[in-house]
Structures are given as C-alpha cells and as structure tokens.
T-cell receptor, first 113, second 113 residues
Framework: GENVEQHPSTLSVQEGDSAVIKCTYS??????FPWYKQELGKRPQLIID?????GEKKDQRIAVTLNKTAKHFSLHITETQPEDSAVYFC????????????FGRGTSLIVHP | NAGVTQTPKFRVLKTGQSMTLLCAQD?????MYWYRQDPGMGLRLIHY???????AKGEVPDGYNVSRLKKQNFLLGLESAAPSQTSVYFC????????????FGPGTRLTVL
C-alpha cells in the first residue's frame, strides 16, 4: 500500500518568513495530492491540491510543487501570518481501486508575531 | 446545505460500554469515511464506504463496525469500548472520482475510562 512521509513534524517561523513542508510517497499510481489545514479544535479543510500532470500550482500566498520522478511534493507558504498557525496534512491518492487517500502524520506550523 | 455533520460532539464511556457515532452528509456524495486522529499519528482510516449498502475495512478496523443503509448516513459502532479507543473521530465524504475534495465533519471527541 501507499506510504506517505511528512517532514518536519513541527515548524516554527517568524511572521513574514516563508515555510516549507515536504512529503514523499511510495506508490507511483498516486496522482492526486491534496493539502489540508487543521486549526486547533477544528476539522481539516482543503487548502490546495495538485494533480500528477501538473508540476506547480499557486493560490495567493500558498503554492504546491510536485516531482513525480522523485515521488515528493511540497507546500510553500510565503509571508506567513499568525493565522497560518495550524497543523497541515499532505495526502496521496491513487488513481485505481477505491481512491483512498493516505495521509502524512502532519506538521504543526507555529508563526510567531 | 449543512455539509457533513456528526453526532455527538463529545462522549465519555466506561470500558465495555457500546455506542454509535452518526455521520450525515447532504451533498449526495458516494464515498464516506471514518478516521481516528491521535496526537502525532495523523488521520488513520477505520472503515469506508463507496456507496449505499457497501462498507470496507481501512487501516485500523479492529473493535469497530460500520453500516451505510442510506446514502447520506454512515454509522460507526463500538461494541465494547476500550481505553485505546479514546480519540477524536472524523467522518468525511467525497464525490466518486479521484480528484474530488474530501469534506470533513466537525469531529467527535470520545473518552473511554
């Protein structure tokens, strides 16, 4: 089955800095890679996703890059703000079977004012 | 449009007691999932369903049962609760293709004493 590794587990930055979270996956059949943000005590919510036929996708201050050859993808947040503080999860979803996503263990991002 | 809802929000059980968690969605989604979230472990899939009347085991199914008698509802049962089942439980739903977003419910915090 799919295995998703996510690093780092904790990331502490100053407001205005950039933050990068990296994930690797093992199943070459995975072709959809969503990122979820979970604020304390809340539900995970999708913030950005990327399909396997795309190398990069941006949405304002967040971007995701995908390297299918190396089987890794990354979340980039620029100009971080205190409200970006949350746990971020990456996931890899295979194209076959029941499309069950495998999640990374999460990264706790702390943005200091 | 309520999205994905879960009842109850909180519950405390004694070891050996049973209970049922209810997940409901009003988006006509085919796929529904039950996850548990424990500190540092990310989201682990318990059971899932790809349509009304179907269920399948996920990564950590032991001690849980599920049913999907109606398309909009997905029930998670604990027949004999154990302290190891203390966790936050999230339900999620999704349309029926690989590229669709998962929508999560607000979660149920369960404590087993």
């Amino acid at each position: 089955g799919e295995n998703v590794e996510q690093h780092p587990s904790t990331l502490s930055v100053q407001e205005g800095d950039s933050a990068v979270i990296k994930c690797t996956y093992s199943d070459s059949a995975s072709n959809y890679f969503p990122w979820y943000k979970q604020e304390l005590g809340k539900r995970p919510q999708l913030i950005i996703d990327i399909r396997s036929n795309v190398g990069e996708k941006k949405d304002q201050r967040i971007a995701v890059t995908l390297n299918k050859t190396a089987k890794h993808f990354s979340l980039h947040i620029t100009e971080t703000q205190p409200e970006d503080s949350a746990v971020y999860f990456c996931a890899a979803t295979p194209s076959g079977g029941s499309y069950i996503p495998t999640f990374g263990r999460g990264t706790s991002l702390i943005v200091h004012p | 449009n309520a999205g994905v809802t879960q009842t109850p929000k909180f519950r405390v059980l004694k070891t050996g007691q049973s209970m049922t968690l209810l997940c409901a969605q009003d988006m006509n989604h085919e796929y529904m999932y039950w996850y548990r979230q424990d500190p540092g472990m990310g989201l682990r899939l318990i059971h899932y369903s790809v349509g009304e009347g179907t269920t399948a085991k996920g990564e950590v199914p032991d001690g849980y049962n599920v049913s999907r008698l109606k398309k909009q509802n997905f029930l998670l049962g604990l027949e004999s609760a154990a302290p190891s089942q203390t966790s936050v439980y999230f339900c999620a739903s999704r349309l029926d293709t690989v590229y669709n977003e998962q929508f999560f419910g607000p979660g149920t915090r369960l404590t087993v004493l």
